[in-house]
């Protein structure tokens, strides 16, 4: 899925001044626990968050997300968006809340980073080790 497309999905807009909204990416995440972000995701996933501090950017450069999207109408400071394009990671918000953000795009056909099947084999795994 591209960045344009992401963009007509959630009604969102640009906050970065220069965008490639041909930018493809593979997979979506919402968190708002940087912790997270770096256990769970994978290159190539767009980051759904309500957080906006410039940490946001430099956890996005590490864990190879390729944009993020500002969740429940907020806006980033300047810090994080000079950081976000001297990155070149870029920004993009949405009105809605995180959870209908990714429902969203979920939706319409855009995958999750695979935690899913991750718990799911901890859960089993956890199971048989308790009998």
């Known amino acids: 899925m591209t960045l344009a497309e992401v963009l007509s999905i959630i009604e969102g807009k640009v906050i970065s001044s220069h965008v490639d909204l041909?930018?493809?990416?593979?997979?979506?995440?919402g968190a708002d626990l940087?912790?997270?972000?770096?256990?769970?995701?994978?290159?190539?996933?767009?980051?759904?968050?309500?957080?906006?501090?410039?940490?946001v950017?430099?956890?996005?450069?590490?864990?190879?997300?390729?944009?993020?999207?500002?969740?429940?109408?907020?806006?980033?400071?300047?810090?994080?968006?000079?950081?976000?394009e001297e990155k070149d990671i870029p920004l993009l918000a949405s009105k809605y809340t995180m959870y209908e953000t990714c429902g969203r795009l979920y939706k319409a056909g855009l995958p999750s980073c695979?935690?899913?099947?991750?718990?799911?084999?901890?859960?089993a795994d956890e199971?048989?080790?308790?009998?």
Do not use: Y
């Open 127 to 131: 199971s048989s080790s308790s009998g």
């Open 57 to 84: 950017v430099r956890t996005a450069e590490m864990a190879g997300i390729v944009a993020i999207v500002f969740v429940r109408g907020k806006l980033p400071p300047p810090e994080t968006i000079a950081l976000a």
């Open 22 to 29: 041909s930018r493809e990416v593979s997979m979506a995440c």
């Open 34 to 55: 940087m912790s997270d972000v770096l256990a769970f995701t994978h290159a190539g996933t767009l980051l759904m968050t309500g957080l906006t501090n410039p940490q």
């Open 114 to 123: 695979g935690l899913f099947k991750l718990t799911t084999d901890l859960w």
